[in-house]
């Protein structure tokens, strides 16, 4: 039996797994407090892939429609060459007979759609914003959650979904260091205007060695435009602190995508459009061998940092709050759902971590690139055959598990 008393659940950190994880919770009648430092949430960022696995959850919680009104649903993953030639396209999502959709969004819109769910189901009162935590203490019998300026907070455990930079696994984690930097640097913008290919196309052009962009839509206007967010990786000796509020400059990125005017899309003309552009270095953490203190728990990017490749950050940060709200479930006990959250989860995640530095969805060009020394290429079937191509695609969704048995689908 579940009781007020025995999970009072507070939840450090009000972004995606944060908010998440309170829709969750309250689905299943447990009781809890999110606390975010920013005094007012701003919309942030650019574009985020929200694949089945993290729909499936999404809509459990009954926030599809909200999704479809402010994201694009993607039709297709498609892959080029940096000549613009076709390398492989597949569908994606409901196209691809998964069981649910696949959403390009807004990072701003969907934090929008779950802060929005959170206050209508839990009350204003649910998310104490201007709460900048600065540490959780424990004893046998609870946490105490410490913040600037704010009056601490006693709760039966404590979920640290406080991001990238999070001051709880610092806490546990003293001599971690600087953010892990892998020698890749991204500009990310969005640009209005028409459509390019199915206008729903979730699409990668290129290597990181000599140029590489990924590009989607992620709103659609009545005027028939939409939003398209697109993203470049270079390789770079240093860079600049990971903040998604950064901004970017044009020169800096622009000289590999010059020529990149193909007959489906015009790519200097996308960047030199863009409404705002931001600077993010590629980075990540080691991943470690613990998450659970006792009655604290690292979540989400706080517990698994990881590059922002395939869409994973956000979906896995939804995992979690997933999967910890069915052991709370199981276990009368919180600290032993604590565990078994770890034990489910932290050999999976900490394989994604190392395969997005490794081998990420856009491998597939990499391969490409590497058979025919980067000259354009007549007829893709005499370069590699489909079927391989196609291995490579699975072979990331089976390790992120977005693989059509992992998620559900026809
Ligand atoms: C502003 C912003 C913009 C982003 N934009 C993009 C994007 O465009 N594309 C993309 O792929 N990924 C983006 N990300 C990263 C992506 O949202 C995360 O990888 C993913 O959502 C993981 O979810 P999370 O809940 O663990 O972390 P986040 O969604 O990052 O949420 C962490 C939350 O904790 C809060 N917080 C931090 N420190 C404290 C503290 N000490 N006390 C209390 N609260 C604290 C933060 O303000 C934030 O709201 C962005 C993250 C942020 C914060």
């Not at 694009?72 to 940096?82: P, S």
């Not at 939409?226 to 998604?244: A, F, G, S, V």
Request: proline share 6%; charged share 25%.
């Amino acid at each position: 039996m579940k009781s007020a008393e025995n999970h009072d659940i507070l939840i450090i950190g009000g972004g995606i797994g944060g908010l998440t994880m309170a829709l969750s919770l309250h689905s299943d009648g447990i009781p809890c407090r999110v606390f975010e430092a920013a005094s007012a949430f701003r919309p942030l960022g650019v574009g985020i892939n929200m694949m089945p696995h993290a729909i499936r959850v999404l809509s459990s919680l009954g926030l599809e429609e909200n999704l479809k009104r402010f994201g694009v649903e993607a039709k297709e993953f498609a892959y080029f060459n940096r000549h613009g030639q076709k390398i492989f396209t597949e569908p994606c999502g409901r196209f691809a007979g998964y069981e649910y959709s696949h959403f390009s969004i807004h990072r701003g819109d969907l934090h929008q759609v779950l802060h929005q769910a959170v206050l209508e189901r839990l009350g204003p009162d649910a998310v104490m914003l201007g709460h900048r935590c600065v540490g959780v203490d424990q004893n046998a019998g609870g946490v105490t959650v410490r913040f600037e300026g704010a009056a601490a907070q006693d709760g039966r455990i404590a979920l640290a979904f406080d991001g990238f930079h999070s001051v709880v696994r610092e806490q546990f984690y003293p001599d971690e260091g600087p953010p892990r930097f892998g020698g890749i640097n991204m500009w990310r913008g969005v640009t209005r205007r028409k459509p390019f290919l199915t206008g729903a196309s979730v699409t990668r052009v290129g290597t990181v060695q000599v140029g590489k962009m990924v590009i989607y839509p992620i709103r659609q206007f009545e005027d028939g435009t939409q939003l398209i967010n697109w993203n470049t990786e270079q390789p770079r000796d240093d860079h600049k602190p990971n903040d998604w509020a950064t901004p970017g400059r044009i020169e800096d990125f622009i000289e590999p995508f010059a020529n990149w005017n193909f007959d489906w899309l015009d790519m200097p003309g996308l960047i030199a459009d863009a409404e705002f552009i931001l600077e993010y270095p590629m980075v990540d953490r080691d991943p470690v061998g613990r998450w659970v203190f006792d009655r604290v728990a690292l979540m989400g990017d706080a517990a698994h940092p990881m590059y922002p490749r395939g869409g994973n950050g956000g979906a896995q940060a939804i995992l979690d709050a997933e999967c910890l709200t069915r052991l709370l479930g199981e276990n009368e006990d919180p600290v032993a759902a604590l565990r078994a959250f770890e034990a489910e989860r932290l050999d999976i995640i900490n394989r994604i971590v190392l395969t997005n530095r490794e081998q990420p969805p856009d491998y597939i060009i990499e391969t490409v690139e590497n058979l025919t020394g980067g000259a354009p290429f007549d007829r893709i079937e005499d370069v590699i055959d489909r079927a391989e191509l196609a291995a490579i695609s699975d072979r990331y969704k089976d390790i992120a598990r977005y693989s059509k048995e992992a998620t559900g689908g026809r």
